[in-house]
């Protein structure tokens, strides 16, 4: 997969050659190239906003830059791209939507700043046959895209084989069936006089399985019903429901 990232602030994407996800890169698991916005402006201040048509606060990007920005790294031709535009007005971005994009064999993220990005970059590229996605990482308000992009970045590399050290974290991991994660323990067998549960120290490896579903389902229905009143009808047996 390679993955391209157009921003006015390139540094903010610095960690994505860090740990796991720098690694991958070396690996040469994924490629990943991020661009400055400002190399397609032509004026000498580079500008690339410009106040809104209709009013109100803050600035647009400006839509020239930004499509000739998109024409130099969207590809050409055939070879299919995705370009993802995070926006406080997208759709939820959820862990269904990184397998998706796991799948895709380029990613084109637009980091947009101010009060984003002028609507005709989307529509042109719509035009041009490009799939465009206006996503959210979350109901909250942040300054720009790339924080966001740095989130969805990592939730779709690890995904992809051989980026993490184990497949089974990915696959068993927190939303990989409907659920969150239970809790986890480690050594010492006992903290601060807290012990780890017994049934995962017993080796008894049905029983455990049904300790961490049990626990799973508890969080589950504590912190999030909403994804237990999602899953489908046959999801859960009757010693779930037990539960
Ligand atoms: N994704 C996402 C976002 C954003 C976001 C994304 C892009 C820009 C550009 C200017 N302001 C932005 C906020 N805020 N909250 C989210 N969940």
Redesign the pocket.
């Known amino acids: 997969m390679r993955i391209d990232v157009v921003t006015i602030f390139p540094a903010y994407l610095d960690p994505l050659r860090e740990a796991l996800l720098g690694r991958a890169v070396e690996r040469g698991l994924l490629e990943i190239a991020v661009h400055d916005l400002r190399r397609w402006t032509h004026d000498v201040h580079q500008a690339v906003d410009d106040a809104p048509y209709g009013g109100g606060p803050g600035m647009v990007m400006r839509p020239q830059v930004w499509g000739e920005a998109l024409d130099e790294v969207l590809p050409a031709g055939p070879q299919p791209a995705r370009l993802v ?4 007005a ?1 759709r939820p ?1 959820t862990q269904t939507t990184a397998r998706a994009w796991a799948d895709e064999q380029r990613l084109v993220f637009a ?7 002028d609507e005709r970059v989307l529509l042109d590229a719509r035009a041009r046959g490009i799939e465009v996605d206006e ?11 790339e ?2 992009v740095l989130v ?1 970045v990592e939730a779709v590399a690890r995904l992809l084989p051989g980026v993490l050290g184990n497949p089974r974290s990915a696959a068993e991991d927190s939303f990989s069936d409907g659920l969150l994660e239970g809790p986890s323990y480690t050594r010492p067998e006992t903290w601060r006089e807290l012990a780890v549960p017994d049934v995962l120290r017993g080796g008894n490896h049905a029983a455990i399985a049904r300790w961490r579903r049990d626990r799973a389902l508890e969080r589950t229905r504590d912190r999030r019903p909403d994804l237990l009143d999602a899953l489908p009808p046959d999801a859960l047996d009757a010693a779930d429901r037990a539960v």
């Open positions: 535009v995070p926006t406080p997208g971005f980091c947009g700043r101010y009060e984003g990005i996503v959210s990482i979350g109901d909250y308000v942040l300054v720009g895209g924080v966001a969805m």
